[in-house]
């Protein structure tokens, strides 16, 4: 038996870990053919459906198994994600005896360097894998109207899309969830991340802050000064493009972006003449 035990923990090691292996492994190659529930099995997990309450999805493993347990109450979108989030964990986790994971945990982790976030790009990158979803996003606006065609074709959750075109759409943009306190978290574009940042709170004049205060609703795409929405000391001078829509109860989700790509460097280099500017876009002296 222990021998047995050791064979099997062998051919686990020879299988591919990260999601690009194991789609390799499978030969998926295209979005209709991302079965979760194959990927999981192939991976030594099984995935069950059942109502929840207090959590999204959870897992346990042993050995080298393991049940992932997700919530029926949730859609279809919200299902596929949470059972590749708690894959996530079996595979970057393993030895942890079990996650149980709510949607704050799903949701909002994805600043904060974690075991969630680790599972949320695990997610993202099995179910919307850059090769697939690239092709797909190119030359698209960076909008929630984009956000739902893509989020229709890998049947992915609304904010999983929004994260995966800002990473792989083709121009430099942020997406930004704010709340009545202001910034909960941001997800910015290669081109865009440690040049720009975002403010704490949208500005008045944003959509964001007209949805938060109930004094709008989601309108759709707009333009509007950059420093509505930017720390830098000429945001003022240069426009941006947001969409915003209410996600939740007294949240918002706010695509930023720019259609001329040029502009983003530019108010990093206006930022880098000044000399008086620190990395995160404020003064030295605030």
Request: net charge negative; glycine share 8%; aromatic share 10%.
């Given at each position: 038996?222990?021998?047995?035990?050791?064979?099997?923990?062998?051919?686990?090691?020879?299988?591919?870990?990260t999601?690009?292996?194991?789609?390799?492994?499978?030969?998926?190659?295209?979005?209709?053919?991302?079965?979760?529930?194959?990927?999981?099995?192939?991976?030594?997990?099984?995935?069950?459906?059942?109502?929840?309450?207090?959590?999204?999805?959870?897992?346990?493993?042993?050995?080298?198994?393991?049940?992932?347990?997700?919530?029926?109450?949730?859609?279809?979108?919200?299902r596929?994600?949470?059972?590749?989030?708690?894959?996530?964990?079996?595979?970057?986790?393993?030895?942890?005896?079990?996650?149980?994971?709510?949607?704050?945990?799903?949701?909002?982790?994805?600043?904060?360097?974690?075991?969630?976030?680790?599972a949320n790009?695990?997610?993202?990158?099995?179910?919307m894998?850059?090769?697939?979803?690239?092709?797909?996003?190119?030359?698209?606006?960076?909008?929630?109207?984009?956000?739902?065609?893509?989020?229709?074709?890998?049947?992915?959750?609304?904010?999983?899309?929004?994260?995966?075109?800002?990473?792989?759409?083709?121009?430099?943009?942020?997406?930004?969830?704010?709340?009545?306190?202001?910034?909960?978290?941001?997800?910015?574009?290669?081109?865009?991340?440690?040049?720009l940042?975002?403010?704490?709170?949208?500005?008045?004049?944003?959509?964001?802050?007209?949805?938060?205060?109930?004094?709008?609703?989601?309108?759709?795409?707009?333009?509007?000064?950059?420093?509505e929405?930017?720390?830098?000391?000429?945001?003022?001078?240069?426009?941006?493009?947001?969409?915003?829509?209410?996600?939740?109860?007294?949240?918002?989700?706010?695509?930023i972006?720019?259609?001329?790509?040029?502009?983003?460097?530019?108010?990093?280099?206006?930022?880098?003449?000044?000399?008086?500017?620190?990395?995160?876009?404020?003064?030295n002296?605030?």
């Open positions: 038996m222990i021998a047995s035990c050791k064979t099997v923990v062998a051919e686990m090691n020879k299988q591919g870990t999601p690009f292996e194991i789609l390799a492994e499978l030969g998926i190659y295209e979005p209709e053919d991302l079965d979760i529930e194959a990927i999981a099995f192939h991976c030594r997990a099984t995935i069950v459906y059942k109502p929840l309450f207090g959590c999204e999805a959870r897992i346990v493993g042993v050995g080298d198994e393991a049940i992932i347990t997700v919530n029926t109450r949730s859609t279809l979108e919200r596929r994600f949470s059972a590749g989030h708690e894959l996530g964990h079996w595979m970057r986790d393993r030895g942890t005896a079990a996650f149980l994971c709510d949607d704050k945990m799903i949701d909002g982790e994805w600043s904060k360097e974690n075991p969630e976030k680790r790009r695990f997610a993202s990158d099995l179910l894998p850059p090769k697939m979803f690239r092709p797909l996003a190119k030359g698209l606006p960076i909008t929630f109207t984009t956000v739902q065609e893509l989020a229709g074709v890998f049947k992915m959750s609304l904010s999983a899309t929004a994260i995966r075109l800002v990473e792989y759409g083709s121009y430099p943009a942020m997406l930004i969830c704010n709340g009545s306190e202001g910034r909960r978290w941001y997800v910015p574009s290669s081109d865009v991340e440690r040049r940042w975002p403010v704490d709170r949208p500005g008045q004049w944003t959509h964001a802050s007209g949805i938060l205060s109930g004094k709008s609703r989601a309108s759709g795409p707009h333009d509007v000064r950059a420093d929405w930017i720390k830098n000391f000429r945001a003022d001078q240069y426009w941006v493009k947001e969409d915003s829509i209410m996600w939740s109860s007294g949240t918002t989700l706010s695509l972006w720019w259609e001329d790509e040029r502009q983003p460097k530019e108010l990093d280099d206006f930022k880098e003449e000044s000399g008086s500017w620190r990395t995160d876009g404020r003064r002296w605030d």
